[in-house]
């Protein structure tokens, strides 16, 4: 499996971005998959989360609804719709995908086997 994330860039405060992540290779079903950061000198943090088999979302409290997961299965595409970007929303954003699908461990870093490249994404104030 590899994963493909783009969509990044450096916009202002309030501003909106997507990011994609392309998936490639083995297809598969039931599985996790997620988005997550790592602003520098910090560690990596779960933002969404997604359930491939159903559709079900997770989100970190920090989105407040601001962020939505989807995907575009036809197209094997992950999506973060990110809307009033903050300062504190700069890092750099990796897709993820875990083969077992356990619900609990949909927000661990370490439970997720395949890591895209990462896309950075910059606000500024």
């Known amino acids: 499996v590899q994963l493909q994330a783009s969509g990044g860039g450096l916009v202002q405060a309030g501003d909106s971005l997507r990011l994609s992540c392309a998936i490639s290779?083995?297809?598969?079903?039931?599985?996790?998959m997620g988005w997550f950061r790592q602003a520098p000198g910090k560690e990596r943090e779960f933002v969404a989360g997604?359930?491939?088999?159903?559709?079900?979302?997770f989100y970190a409290d920090f989105v407040k609804g601001r962020f939505t997961i989807s995907r575009d299965n036809a197209k094997k595409t992950l999506f973060l719709q990110m809307n009033t970007l903050s300062p504190e929303d700069t890092a750099v954003y990796y897709c993820?995908?875990?083969?077992?699908?356990?619900?609990?461990?949909?927000?661990?870093?370490?439970?997720?086997?395949?890591w895209g490249q990462g896309t950075l994404v910059t606000v500024s104030s």
């Open positions: 997604f359930r491939w088999n159903g559709g079900a979302t």
């Open positions: 993820a995908a875990e083969q077992r699908g356990i619900l609990s461990t949909i927000r661990i870093a370490s439970s997720y086997d395949y």
């Open positions: 290779g083995r297809t598969f079903s039931g599985n996790n």
